[in-house]
């Protein structure tokens, strides 16, 4: 199949969760099917996604990250005078990005479309081909929880409005797509309720098998001696 994978960041290096699960799902998909990489970044991005997934410079293009991303109060201050959340604008809107996916559409044909994170799902995707949006997190509730337990009523205010700005946000992201992943259970029972009769599937975060795998040797037996041993490799 031809694919499209959209992505707000580079999933190289893996050193955090959303990298991690970004990274093993191109992978996969990169060795079994046609893909194409469309994601903010820069030409070194470009490169290191071309060698890490053997596949072709002129399938991979980069848009420039949004100025909001390295200014984040300024940012924030922005999102206010706009009917957006600061994490959407950060994260995915961008008028350049919309034109990358434009071309990319209208230059080849796809099977699907796959976006990574709801924010990412803002996007008008011009095609025929099926559409799935990853959403990693429901993070209009992670901003919910942040609201309740912030230590000011500034930080309070602030998440109250990005969690009503997310959940408007993330409805329409996941109404139009054909189908929606989540990675828990809960996950998919939030978002069905934001958008009933959109299938959803489970999609769980792993652990890379060919990564962790047993080394051959018989594991120690706990004890005194070998819990001092291993707290005697750290300095005090």
């Known amino acids: 199949m031809r694919i499209l994978h959209l992505f707000p960041y580079s999933p190289i290096p ?37 060698e ?13 990250r ?11 201050m922005y999102a206010m005078s706009t009917p957006h ?29 796959q976006t990574e994170f709801t924010p990412m799902g803002c996007y008008k995707l011009r095609t025929a081909a099926a559409k799935i949006l990853d959403a990693h997190n429901v993070e209009y509730h992670n901003h919910l929880r942040m609201s309740v337990h912030a230590n000011s009523l500034i930080r309070r205010l602030w998440y109250r409005r990005e969690t009503h700005m997310l959940k408007g946000e993330e409805t329409r992201a996941c109404r139009q797509h ?25 999609i769980p975060n792993g652990v890379d098998a060919s ?3 047993p080394n051959g040797q018989a594991p120690a037996s706990p004890s005194l001696r070998s819990f001092h041993s291993l707290i005697g490799r750290f300095p005090a």
């Open 14 to 50: 893996p050193t955090f969760g959303g990298a991690l699960r970004n990274y093993h799902l191109l992978k996969h998909m990169a060795a079994k099917h046609d893909v194409s990489v469309l994601l903010y970044g820069t030409s070194e991005d470009a490169d290191s996604i071309a």
């Open 52 to 64: 890490g997934f053997h596949l072709p410079g002129e399938r991979i293009r980069i848009v420039r």
């Open 66 to 76: 949004t100025w909001i991303r390295n200014h984040w109060r300024l940012g924030q």
């Open 85 to 113: 959340s600061f994490f959407h604008l950060m994260i995915g809107r961008s008028g350049r990005m919309q034109e990358a996916i434009d071309e990319v559409l209208a230059a080849g044909e796809f099977d699907i479309v």
């Open 178 to 202: 054909d189908a929606v992943f989540a990675t828990s259970a809960r996950d998919l029972e939030l978002l069905e309720k934001l958008s009933p009769g959109v299938p959803k599937f489970v």
């Open 211 to 213: 990564y962790f795998r």
